[in-house]
């Protein structure tokens, strides 16, 4: 009789024991949550930046999280980064909506629900960034973080410091082509900025202006025209303070850890020095964040089933029954 060798090694026992308590783990693979990296931050704070940092660093792809940055259009205004910005990293729901939609906090979860899940089959890491706190919280629901485990990283900047850049960005803006962009979309027939992309800052400050600017002379043109990029710098701060509140009772009211990311001293410097201060106050601690995060057990994942060995002595159909359904579960 010839005996296989194959039929004489040991089994790996299904049962698996820590101590003297059952370890379901190994049956329960499906229950393992996919990762999720959350950017949050108040306009201007450098999200774009990290989280091309992050994703160029990690096989990730950014979703857009910002409500006037999914519309197609407005650029400048916008401040929507460039292609060479992205440095080939994938975007989602960045530019690709109609400018006369409404594209609601509800539109933001269903599509950026599907974004992750496709990221997440190709085996990537979703990063989702942006200012838009409530199409954060819109997504981040009940049944997501049940799918998904979720890591928090807030840029923060001080709101003095983070107020005086965000007026010297607009006058950029303003060098960059911002009346001309804005232009286009200015409807002498039409004073709503309440729908779509018409929302955006920098577009209802710039209606007094285009409405005067064919019958004023030059010195009245110039006033109007600086009354209006005020006005645009004013609104911008107002949005950033609006935006940091929203953070801080988003940490209150869900209970999220966030990691918070102090990039304030890389907005004081210049040059080198600023980017120095950046590697060393933002991309490298959040890089060892998300490395970290990838790496560990997701306790949260998979249900604690304790079973203790005494209670499994002659109880060997119990042990028979658990195993049954759990490996036609896995089917």
């Not at 998904?148 to 983070?162: E, H, M």
């Not at 600023?274 to 249900?303: C, G, H, Q, Y």
Request: glycine share 6%.
């Amino acid at each position: 009789m010839r005996i296989s060798f194959s039929a004489c090694k040991q089994a790996q026992p299904l049962v698996n024991f820590r101590g003297d308590v059952l370890n379901m783990d190994a049956f329960m693979p499906w229950l393992k949550k996919d990762k999720v990296i959350i950017l949050m931050g108040a306009t201007g704070t450098g999200k774009s930046k990290l989280s091309i940092d992050l994703a160029t660093h990690f096989p990730a792809e950014i979703i857009n999280s910002d409500k006037i940055q999914v519309y197609q259009g407005l650029d400048i205004v916008t401040n929507k980064v460039t292609k060479e910005e992205c440095r080939g990293v994938p975007h989602h729901l960045l530019g690709v909506i109609s400018p006369d939609s409404d594209f609601t906090a509800t539109d933001f979860r269903h599509h950026a629900s599907i974004a992750v899940e496709s990221i997440v089959q190709r085996d990537r890491l979703p990063i989702i960034a942006g200012g838009s706190n409530s199409f954060i919280k819109a997504l981040v629901n009940d049944e997501f973080r049940s799918r998904y485990a979720c890591c928090f990283l807030w840029v923060d900047v001080s709101l003095p410091v983070l107020h005086s850049f965000v007026s010297n960005r607009v006058d950029r803006m303003v060098e960059s082509g911002l009346i001309d962009e804005v232009r286009q979309f200015f409807d002498p027939d039409s004073d709503n900025y309440t729908r779509g992309l018409r929302r955006a800052i920098g577009l209802p400050e710039m209606d007094r202006f285009f409405r005067a600017e064919p019958n004023v002379d030059d010195e009245t043109r110039v006033a109007l025209l600086d009354m209006a990029i005020d006005k645009i710098k004013g609104n911008t701060c107002r949005l950033a303070t609006y935006q940091l509140k929203n953070i801080r009772t988003l940490q209150k009211q869900m209970e999220w850890h966030l990691h918070h990311l102090d990039a304030t001293e890389a907005f004081l410097k210049r040059g080198q020095g600023s980017n120095d201060a950046w590697e060393r106050l933002v991309a490298r601690p959040s890089k060892a964040i998300v490395e970290s995060f990838l790496n560990e057990e997701d306790s949260a994942a998979t249900p604690s089933v304790k079973i203790t060995a005494a209670s499994l002595l002659g109880a060997g159909s119990a042990i028979a029954t658990t195993t049954s359904t759990v490996v036609a579960a896995s089917r």
